[in-house]
């Protein structure tokens, strides 16, 4: 099990981007597959994107497809979160999470994940 840890959150005026980074201490991220959800409070954690652990595919709600990127550097054992285009609807707290060697035909479910950051805040202004 990896602790990862988030960063890069804050406040962004609508139309503009935010890159939030994803870290693992202590493991070789490369082994484990990543996704990014997201919670705004009375709601459930939503996904947002995963990469999978092997091959690089990657996998994108409907709601943020061709404006998030998800990525790896596994020389950084970083993955990130390149958010264009920022609507005041993408505000919440957004959460990194892990699994070694995740299915990824199950990445978009948080059932999946056995690691999770503490989340960062993404606020979004109008």
């Known amino acids: 099990q990896v602790q990862p840890v988030e960063s890069g959150g804050g406040l962004v005026q609508a139309g503009g981007s935010l890159r939030l980074s994803c870290a693992a201490s202590g493991r070789t991220f490369s082994n484990y597959a990543v996704g990014w959800f997201r919670q705004t409070p009375g709601k459930e954690r939503e996904f947002v994107a995963a990469?999978?652990?092997?091959?690089?595919?990657?996998y994108y709600a409907d709601s943020v497809r061709g404006r998030f990127t998800i990525s790896r550097d596994n020389t950084k054992n970083t993955v990130y979160l390149q958010m264009n285009s920022l609507k005041p609807e993408d505000t919440a707290v957004y959460y990194c999470a892990a699994v070694y060697r995740g299915d990824s035909r199950r990445l978009s479910g948080v059932d999946e994940y056995d690691g999770w950051g503490q989340g960062t805040q993404v606020t979004v202004s109008s």
């Open positions: 990469l999978s652990w092997v091959g690089l595919y990657t």
